[in-house]
């Protein structure tokens, strides 16, 4: 029996069926009852291999028959047994409820064993999902969760742990499925976990966590691999590809989709080789390779019909169209782009494409104002877009089309060299996010709910394989449609209401005039470094120098920080690293020199390389006050403050755990404030964050910190109860500058138009004026000493950057924290 149970499990059907029909011939003709019994128990677990060798209703008729003779012995445990099959039976063939029936069948549960009544329970759950009862399906998988631990069944627990994970994020709860994913793929369970991996990398994904879910899906592919899964392998290659477009890898992508095609070729699985040919032949002509095959291939999968009806020929037509212009041909372009027409149900990533095709065919032929209309009209899309859960298809489109948007409109502009209509191109697609209302709305019921059905059926699909799948694609394509045409109204109402132009280039000018401040605006292109300064007079437009080897500076400049924020004073490696560090400081200052001049005030809105350096410790700007903007919009455009709330206090002070000298530092932080110290003060916990940051006008925190490279809301500070992630941060801020005393969390990774993203922007996003934070790890004791002197300069009244200048002058080292944002003090609204 225990055999044969293992090899239905891992789909050896006809060796179970041949074992179980052995051991049914042993007791045939038997009519004592335990021949009886076992015959019945035999013919119970014969049924699983019946429905996949002959069919649902001969395996049915099979477990009936079992059954009938459970109910002649008068034998409860299995009479029970019998249901729990049967509904396992419907679950396999997706009548989940017919499934429900069958496990509602089962009333006495002290008949079974532990494991048995783990089965009962987790099975319920999978058929709740699968009827679209979440809270139902939560409840019983909790049940089944509790009977694994209470009786030490490791396997049991990582299966109904699993499937809590992917409950929350059919619900759309991406904190806490991406929490519980990775606490269970910590246990040491031993299970096959294809499966749970794939689930693992689509909620890493959809968090924006892309780099953890293509390390999670290169040994979901491994695995694959090794066990001859081919419709497997091609899936977990098309996914990784997926992610591979959305941190811009195109020759990764073409690499994991030719895996892929092969993969799937062998199993003869034609719908899923043309979509992953169109996707190929996409990367290709983003890339611009291979474009006459890609014309005559993409014609041939959208059947060479000039209107094209389902999304992947609307797709194929819109490829075909961008490849012909990029060949030089942009009147046949137009015509194919033309007769596709509109639709309404397009999804974002193709109307951003459609976009960028237009724009190429408008420059092609010489009608430049068309041309910048359709790339305003991107950015305007993606702007829409920014706060949005997609699918990882569609947020892959979205980060391949943007990026060649904003490198097409950029071309354009440094073409033309103004210095003003490169700031404002530039502000384009860098000021996207803080050109969007950082108090989110409420989110939509109508398209929570459809996302809500559509990730059910997708993970329904998941489970139970290719098969199921196909048979669910017309629901999920139903669902899809529904889904882009509720984003597509979503997005154009926020396109009007919520999203704002980019600053201008006068707009700039005035406010960089009115507040005495010199503007850098740095960005990288074509493989240079270039700058737009505004300070006294027009603006102009410089080229500081080719950009790899100016980015390897900075990251060995940081690399050096960190070392020598680990070594003792008295180490003899600390004076050869102080070395190094002001040899590299010197050498980026040297190229930035140009563009920062040589006094007064300034504002840096710096690029991708550049987000991440420690503009404090720069030798020409010592004793300068500098501000950080992830945009120049920002700067200009930065919350307004109409007034302390009523109620909220002036300062708070918190702390996390691990960390030395926090206690006194806290205690000093308050008194400078004025406050009096707090007895029996301990490390705080989440809750207390959360409340300061709602309800006090300056928020200083030392915690550990952890920056999230890819997916800035899920950054953290570490306090008693665990990690506080930004997502969970109040919105709006009632806290105007912010004071985080952590390590790293002034690092930065970018999205497509180079705008940087952290925990201090998505602080900003918020709605904090300022934000003072690291880029660099830095010893505790020099920290608290900097971090007390900055708030002794606040309360006294100088502003953020002022103060901090003024602080590193006395304590270089405190030089790895900048202040990002806006200018702020202390005074009166």
Known sequence: MAAARHANEVGRFEDAAESLDEALGLVAGRADRDARWLWARVLITRAWAELELRGHRPALLMLREARAAAVELDDALLTALSWIQEGLLHGRVWSYEAALTALEQVTDESVLDPAQRWALHLNRGQAHLGVGRSADAARETEVALGLAVEHGLPEQEFKARHNLAKLAFVDGDLGRALVLMRAVDATDAAVVRDRARLDYAEVLAEAGLVDAARRVLADALATARAASHRLEEGEIGERIARCDLLVGDLDGARDHLRGALAAYRTRQAHGLVRDAELLRLTVDVAAGVRLAEAVTSLTRLADGRGLALTPADRDAVRVEAEARVLLGDPASAERRLDALGEDDVDQLGARLHTTLVRARIHDARGRSEEAAACLAEGSRLLAAQQFRTSSLELRAALALHARRLRAFDLDRATAAGDPDDVLATVERWRAISHRVNPVAAPTDPELVDLTRDLRRLRQLGAVGGPEHARELAPQVAELEAQVAEREWVLVRTAGSAVTGAPVTADEARAAAADRGTTVVELLEHDGAWHAVVLADGPATLLRLGDAAPAAALVTQLRRDLRARATLAPSSPMAAALHRATQSSLTRVDALLAPALGDSGRLVVVPSQSLAGLPWNLLPSLAGR?????????????????????????????????????????????????????????????????????????????????????????????????????????????????????????????????????????????????????????????????????????????????????????????????????????????
């Open 625 to 829: 006050p500098v501000s950080v903007a992830p945009s120049l919009t920002r700067w200009v455009r930065g919350p307004r403050r109409d007034g302390t709330p009523p109620g909220a206090a002036t300062a708070r002070a918190l702390y996390g755990p691990g960390l030395e000298h926090t206690g006194p530092e806290v205690a000093a932080v308050r008194r400078a404030w004025s406050q009096a110290p707090r007895g029996g003060d301990g490390p705080a916990r989440s809750e207390d964050v959360v409340a300061a940051l709602a309800g006090a006008r300056v928020v200083h925190l030392a915690a550990h910190g952890t920056h999230e490279a890819q997916s800035p809301l899920f950054s953290s500070v570490r306090m008693a109860d665990g990690p506080v992630f930004a997502h969970e941060l109040p919105r709006p801020l009632t806290a105007e500058h912010v004071v985080l005393a952590a390590c790293d969390v002034g690092q930065f990774s970018t999205r497509a138009g180079e705008e940087p993203l952290g925990l201090a922007t998505a602080l900003l996003s918020l709605g904090a004026h300022s934000v003072l934070a690291a880029v660099a790890p830095v010893g505790d004791a020099l920290a608290a000493e900097a971090m007390v002197e900055h708030h002794r300069r606040l309360a006294a009244g100088a502003d953020a950057t002022a103060a901090w200048a003024e602080v590193v002058a006395a304590v270089p080292a405190a030089g790895v924290f900048s202040v990002y944002g806006s200018e702020w003090s202390a005074g009166p609204a």
